[in-house]
C-alpha cells in the first residue's frame, strides 16, 4: 500500500493544490493528513474542505485547535496569533466544529501510528527534531507500532532507532525501513516549509518494499503571498514563505 502523507498546510491552498496534483502523479491508495490544515495562510476554508475531499485520516494540530480554543495560542508569536484569530472568525461553523471533532493521536495499521506532535500526550504540542535522538527514544515506550509519523515542526525527517543500543541515525528524507529498528516519519510542510527550502513537501510510504520518500513541489508562492497581503495578515507571514523559513 501506498500512502500519501502530508501535514501543517496552513491555509495555503496554493501549495496544497500543487502537492495534491503532484500526488496523483505519483500515485498513491490512500491519504493520511497530519494536522494543522489552518493558521498563518488566507484560505483557511478551502484547505479544510480539499483536506477533507482528499484524506482517509485526519489529525487536528495545535493551530487547528487554537482556531476553537484560543487559549491555545498563548505561546505562539504575536504573528500566528494575530493570524489564527482571523482565521477563528473566517472559518465557518461547519468547518470550526469539524476541525473540533478530530484526533490528534490515531493508528493507522498494526505497523503505523500518526499524531501531530509527539506520541507521549500529543497536545502539549511538544516539537521533536531529528537532533534529539534521546528525546526520541524516550516515546518509544509510548506506543507498540514500529512506525511513527508526525508533523509540527515543519521538517522533513526519516528517524531511524535502535532500541536496543538506545541509539538514532538521521537518514536524512528518502530510506529502507527495516525491522528491528523504529521509525519516526516527517513529510514536512505543504503550506509553511521551514527548512530553508521554500517548496512545499509531502511523502509517500510504500508498505509493500517499505520505504519512505519525501517530495518537493514548485508552486505560485507570489499568488500565496498576494493573498495573505489581501486578506490584512501580517507581511511577515507573506515574507517568509519566499525564505523556507
Known sequence: MRLFLFSDVHGNLHALDAVL?????????????????????????????????????????????????????????PWAREAIEWTRHTLTPTNLEYLRGLPVRQRILPDLLVVHSTPEDPEMWIYLFGSEISLALSYLSEFEEWLCAYGHTHIPLLLQLDPKEQSGEILGTKGVLRRGYRYFLNPGS????????????????????????????????????????????????????????
Open 21 to 77: 496534483k503532484e500526488a496523483k502523479t505519483i500515485g498513491y491508495d490512500q491519504a493520511i493528513f497530519l494536522g494543522d490544515a489552518v493558521g498563518y495562510g488566507a484560505f483557511p476554508n478551502e484547505c479544510v474542505e480539499k483536506i477533507r475531499e482528499t484524506a482517509q485520516w485526519i489529525l487536528r494540530g495545535n493551530h487547528d485547535t487554537a482556531a476553537f480554543r484560543l487559549e491555545e495560542a498563548e505561546f505562539f508569536n
Open 190 to 245: 505543504v503550506g509553511q516549509p521551514r527548512d530553508g527550502d521554500p517548496r512545499a513537501a509531502f511523502a509517500i510510504l510504500d508498505t509493500e518494499p517499505w520505504t519512505f520518500t519525501v517530495y518537493r513541489v514548485e508552486y505560485p508562492i507570489g499568488k500565496a503571498q498576494q493573498a495573505i497581503r489581501s486578506a490584512g495578515l501580517p507581511e511577515i507571514l507573506a515574507e517568509r514563505l519566499a525564505y523556507g523559513q
